[in-house]
Structure formats: C-alpha cells, structure tokens
C-alpha cells in the first residue's frame, strides 16, 4: 500500500518498526560503498593479460613503422586511431587519440575555447561578458564543475527519458552566450538514458546563435552494454551532423578508463576535419605526442571491434549481478509504496533513485550513519542544487555483489524511514 | 689564419675552393639530421627491461597498497614521487607526478596563470592588459611558444657564460606585468650553460612587482651528464628559496622523456606547499588520476637515485662520442679562423654554435640544400627571431656516429663558405 494512502496510526507504527530495524542494523557497523563509478577488481582483472601485450623483445613499431618509443605522431598511432574510431562508429581520420583520462581531454577542449575560442566565433571565451553552459539534469557533476571552474553560467535543463528537453535547449542556444552542452549520449551518468533517435537528430539540428556553440558528446560508455544481447542503439551523431551540414558543432568524447584500467587506459576525441585541424594545432604548443606505447599496448590486446565487444561481455557478466542485485531489492522493499522510482538501465555505470521531494539528503544521511557511503544529494545537478531534493546516484559496480546486497537493503530501509517521515510531518 | 685577417685574393681563392668542395658534397646526396632533440634508437634499447617489469601476474598495487590499475592518487604513488623527487633533490611531498610529458605540466601552469592566476596576485592573466614573459635566449623554442600562444609578450634577455643576465632580469621583474622567466638551469637548451651558484642565488632573491610571479624551472636535463665523473653542479633551487622566504616564487619540472622515453615517459613538478596545493586544486577539475601504471613500471625499473644514475650512464657511454665527433669536428675545421664559437658542454642535448653575424640562415640554407638538417636559424629565440642572425642549434643524439661526424663536416664547410662570402662582400 502506498504510504500517503495509509492510516496516520498505521504509517507511525510502521515508521517505528522501521527504525527499530535501522537502529539494529546501524549497529552491525556496516562499512558500504555505493558512491564511487569505479571498477571492482574483478572487472580489472579481466585486463591483465595487457600487461603481457609488451614485452622487452617486442619492437614497438605501430603499424606504420613509427617507433612508439620516441616523440611524435599527435594525433596517435593509426591502430589506436582506428580501434577509438571503432568504438564511436567514426571515421580513424577524425580521431585524436589522448593519454590516460577523456575528462582531461574535454577540459582542454573547455579550456581551448575560453583562451582561444572555435572557429565560427570572435575569439577566446574569456573576453565575453558571460558565457553559459547547457547542463542536462541529473547529469554528470564532474562535467558541469569544469564549466563552473571557468566561471561560467550553468543552466539546467530536465533530463527527459528519451535525454534532454530538446525543446529547453533549442530555446536556449538562441543566447549567444550559450557555448556548449554536455551530453553523455548514451547510458547516461546517472539515469542510464540513451538519447533517442529524435533526440539526437534534434541535437544535430540545433541553430545556436554564438558560431563557436559546441556538442560537448561524452560517449563514455558506448560499448558498455550490461545485455549484450539487447543493448541500446545510439543514432550515430557524425553522420547525423554530415546530414544537417553542421560537422563543426559537436566534439566527441570516448576512453578505455571503464573497458581496461581507470587513469591506465588511452582516450580519444572525434570531431569534424575543421575541429581536428584547429584542436591539434593548439595541442601542438601544449605536448609533443601522448603515450604511444599505452596506445600500443591497447591497440595489441583489442584489435578490434570485436575483440572490444567479447572484451566488453565479461564485464558484463560481472555487472549485470551487481545492478540486479540492486533493482531487485529496490523492487522488493520500495515496490508499491509510492516513495521511490528509479530506472532499470541496459548499461553504464549507474542507477539514478529518485525518492520523494526533500527526501534525499535525509536518506544520504541516515545512509550514512549507518555506514553506507552514496553520493551526495543534489550532486548529480549543477551547483549542486537539486531543487527537489530527490535525486540519489547509486554506484553497485565497486561493491562486491554481496555488499551490493547489504548496502541496497539498508538504503531501502533508509527511503522508507525518511518517506515515512515526511508523510507524517504533512498530516 | 682567421679570414679577416686573410689577403683578399687568397679568401677569394679559399672561398672557391670551398664552393667546389660543396658542390661534390651536394652531389654526394646526403641525407642527414641534426635538428631532433631525441634520443636515438641505441639509447631507447637501454630502457626495454621495463617492459618485463610489470606482467599480468604481478600485483599492481603502490608501497601504500593503492591499486594502480584504478582511479585515484592525483599526486602520483608514493614510490614515483620519492623517485621523481630524488631527481630533484627535492621534497617527495611537494613532488607531484603528472604524464607523459612535462612540456604538458608547464603548459598547463602556463593556463592556471591565465585562467585562475596564482596566490599572491590579482586573479587570472587574461583580466590584464598585458603579461609579459623573460625568455633566456637563446632558449628552448617550445617555452617561448607557449607564452606567445596565450598572447603574452616575449622579452628577451642573453644567455651568458653563468645563466641568464641577472641585471636585466632583476630590472625586469619591476614590471607588474611581467609574470614569468623561463629557465633551463641544466646543461640549458641550446647553451649547455648550467646556472652557476650566484645565477640561481639571484634567482632565489628577484623580488618581482607582480606578486604571482612565478620561475619556470625546467630541470630538463637534471641527471643528463656526458661525463658522468666531472658532472655540473645546479645549485639547489628550492633550497635557496626556503633561506630567501620566497618559496612560492618558483615551478619546477622535469620527466623521464630521455631517460626512459620520450613521450612514454612520467613527468613531475615541484612547488611550494602552497602552489602544489593550488595546481592540485585546479587539477581536481582536469583530471582524475594521471597514470599510476607507468609510474608504477618506472619506479621499478629505476627504485632510486643510485639507479637512475648507474642508467644514464649508460646514456652518457653513447652519447659522448656523438657530441665529441661534433666538437672535434668543430675545432678542426673552424679552430682558429675567427669565424665560429661553441660550446662543450658536460650534459643535456645540444651544441650551441655561433657563426659570423648575419651568417646563420645562409648555413642552415647551405646545408639543407647538401642535405644536412639543422633546427631553423632562430628558432631558439623569441618570436624565432634572432637579431644577430648567428645562432645555430646543434642536435647530435639522434643520429648515427657516422652520420653526425658527416654532418658535421659538411656543417663546418658551409660555415666557412657563409664566412668568406661574408667577409669579401664587406672588403
């Protein structure tokens, strides 16, 4: 029954035995950890074999005869530019292959903007009076905490379930001080949503106003399927963008951080021919080359595609328990009660909970007396100003599927207490 | 006999002798390079072991049990910042290890400086009306580039027998828009000149009108010893800064890049508690982690000074006889006739060579045209503009033995053509 259609008299003593549980459980001295998008060691194992990919005898030619060991080649390795094409369907010529972390990238392609600007507009950011970024929310905090550490102005928009409200941000790229919009197209951090097929066509129609306005496009976790066998298909943007003739409007983002090894993987950006040009170019002044021998490393133990895609199913299998664990618990404690929904995602890294409004940092807390660690509350939205106070980010990847298990039982627990609690606080 | 004290018809027939001497030489077709700052291919062979240094059944965890194979530790593992510290003689708790290239830490510096600005000043460069930087000519033109890019103003000073012209930069540092000097303390790019102890006490005591001026101190070439037994000696940096009060007035680098691999490398810095604070916050929002895995190889393969030292050696076995066929070539062909200076320096990667006034570019022209690569007339200044048009930067760690001594005579021909030409035109 759902709680705002029980009795007072009944809600009060189910609150009470409810936290008669919490304070049992709170004394077990649970230490749970369901905050942090990270691979379990057992997802990190299954690329050790890496580590044999290079050895001492190896030479350590990329395909092309250049020597991974000495300076050159910006722009990577042909092997690596084709296996980070690959992932992102794109074409290897439009693909600059970085070091170890895509946030890195998409920080230099923000900082880029603001001292020097894109083609299309009138120069460095800095100079504007005021520049905006579009954030689609929940969204990704470390995304928009870039755009704020340059001091610009973050506006939300409503993540939809087809992925931002396209008609939000259709009105606000008329503002000339609107430059970009962060997108994690697919398996969205944290709602697990893949833009639709209008969604994206949508995207690659926009009309901004400011010439320099990018599509800052984090595929972060384009091959991340948890179903192999049913995952989510993302209408491929380049070609979206060559059909509205507007190649120039999106950079694209990808790394191996989440298919080899976080902060040991290689990255990689996509971008029209004028971008690439214009990104190297400034690059040029700001590194020699970066590590081709990790590219070549890479490059030898996911030849291709479908060495990604097998590689890609043993996560998988080790994930898919994790993220059932959690929703089957959700389902069962929380299932009917009218406090909590939260999505089912087919891939990525999370779970986005949503608990009644002005419930959130209530359930991180009481969660967190009990010794389960979760993201804070409002961080997954700009400012981290949750306005309804609802949204929690749930991260079952780091945990053992055991802790997992534990930690979403006593989150249950904990929405239920503080949704308990509000209802009574209304009467 | 030098040329200019040479009778006028017997330089007309030492020029025409030379001349017909070229034009054999030219036919010969060679193809030579003495412009690449890089290892050669013998020298990256010293660093292969390291590949067998982490294998799949290793466990890669840091001395402090951190598992490098996930996010985290954004100031590097304990064991590479001891190493990396040690190169510097410096505190491993101001040591912050980075990525593959330290020309990338110092731009990214150069950035925080430009966006945010550093403790002690007004807030970001980009807000002033001008930023100049003192460039040390001749220097290393990828220094100077980057503080061209973001729009500053290169102001020269000369490179003298002990380090930069202290006069000139104590002079210019009253400047409240001048925030920055660059500096190759060691074995310096091009001059080989290491700053003697009273450049770097100099250094320690500038007492700059921009409060968040900052020292560039790029140690490139710290352990980078030809002769290992009669190393130079680089006063301590930090040291001097802690007895001036002053320890927040400097940056400092350096990388792996040849000791290990160029691009393949671990690079660090070394700052102030103070501004390692400040680059670690602004890194907070670049990046997650640099990668822990390359430290983790590198500490390995070199666990401390001892063997980083007993490594270039090795290093130094190799490259000593490319910079002696340069310098013996150098003095055979061009002693005593009064038209050429260099330097013999003890460590890092160049040979400065002074020809006559408004000689370089037609050498460099001349041999380019024999075949014979050389880095641009220029280059080692600021904007690429040499006013004496004598400077030629000399690179002899790329190429054979064989292939430098070669170069180095078809080097020291055109040298003496350009001198002739020049001293008949002035008769």
Known sequence: MKYREMEKDALAAELSGLNAKYVSLREAGFKLDLSRGKPGADQLELSMPMFDALGSSDAMLAENGFDCRNYGLLEGIPEARRLMADILEADPEEVLVGGNSSLNLMHDCVSIGFIHGYPGGNGGWHKADKVKFICPAPGYDRH????????????????????????????LVRDPAVKGVWCVPKYSNPSGVTFSDETVRRMAGLSPAAGDFRIFWDNAYAVHDLYPEKPDVLLNLPDELKKTGKQDMALIFTSTAKITFPGGGISAMCASPANISWLKKHYSYQTICFDKINMLRHAKFLPDLA??????????????????????????????????????????????????????????????????????????????????????????????????EKAAELLCLCVRIAAAEKELAGR
Chains 1, 2 share one sequence.
């Not at 939809?160 to 008609?167: A, H, Q, T, V």
């Not at 995602?345 to 007396?369: E, H, Q, T, W």
């Open 144 to 171: 928009f905490s870039i755009a704020e550490h340059f001091g610009f102005e973050l506006v939300a928009v409503p993540m939809l379930s087809g992925g931002p409200d396209m008609d939000a941000v259709e009105q």
């Open 307 to 404: 060495a990604v895609k097998e590689h890609m199913k043993k996560h998988a299998a080790i994930l898919a328990p994790k993220f059932a664990a959690v929703l089957n618990t959700l389902e069962s404690e929380l299932g009917g009660l009218g406090v909590a929904s939260w999505n089912s995602p087919n891939g990525g890294y999370f779970i986005s909970l949503d608990v009644m409004d002005g419930c959130a940092k209530r359930v991180v807390a009481l969660c967190k007396d009990a010794g389960v660690t979760l993201t804070g509350a409002g961080a997954t939205f700009p400012y981290g100003i949750d306005r309804h106070d609802a949204n929690i980010r749930l991260a079952p990847t780091f945990a053992t599927p055991d802790e997992v």
